[in-house]
């Protein structure tokens, strides 16, 4: 199982805009409709915040994972990067700047555990998350996130 097999290059957004936390998920989930992974956004991200009522996927380090479980899709994702950073609640404290959202069915918990291990192992790692910030755009994002897997798949 790779990451890249549920995030397609269309995607992933190098230059987020927002500046809140709703306004990130929104924009994150436009990303998906746009790129006909999902069809109902609102259904979407309430799902989303409903989860981050439940706690914030804020997980420190600069990183964010929204996730959430959604029926009306197979397991889809986006990745968004935002380099001004977004108050994402998270538990250092400090802004968020790289972005991984996936909605998984509620059939999938072993997929969605599976998919959240996988996210989290990969950005642990300071030197990955530095290249996924300094990269310039959508293709390079999509480049290094496949030379990671490689690397840690063999």
């Not at 108050?87 to 790289?98: G, Q, T, W």
């Not at 290249?131 to 755009?137: C, E, I, N, P, T």
Request: net charge positive; proline share 3%.
């Amino acid at each position: 199982m790779r990451i890249l097999d549920y995030l397609p290059k269309e995607c992933i957004e190098a230059d987020l805009k927002a500046e809140t936390k709703v306004e990130l998920l929104k924009e994150l989930v436009q990303v998906l409709v746009k790129s006909n992974q999902i069809k109902n956004a609102d259904k979407a991200l309430g799902a989303l915040l409903a989860r981050e009522k439940m706690g914030s996927t804020g997980v420190g380090d600069g990183v964010a994972i929204p996730h959430a479980k959604f029926n009306e899709a197979n397991l889809v994702a986006a990745f968004g990067r935002s380099q001004k950073g977004v108050d994402f609640e998270s538990l250092d404290n400090k802004p968020a700047h790289l972005f991984f959202l996936f909605l998984a069915p509620e059939n999938s918990a072993a997929l969605h555990l599976k998919i959240l291990a996988r996210i989290s192992r990969l950005l642990k790692k300071p030197d990955f998350r530095q290249s996924l910030m300094q990269v310039k755009d959508r293709e390079d994002i999509y480049r290094v996130i496949a030379k990671e897997e490689k690397e840690i798949t063999g």
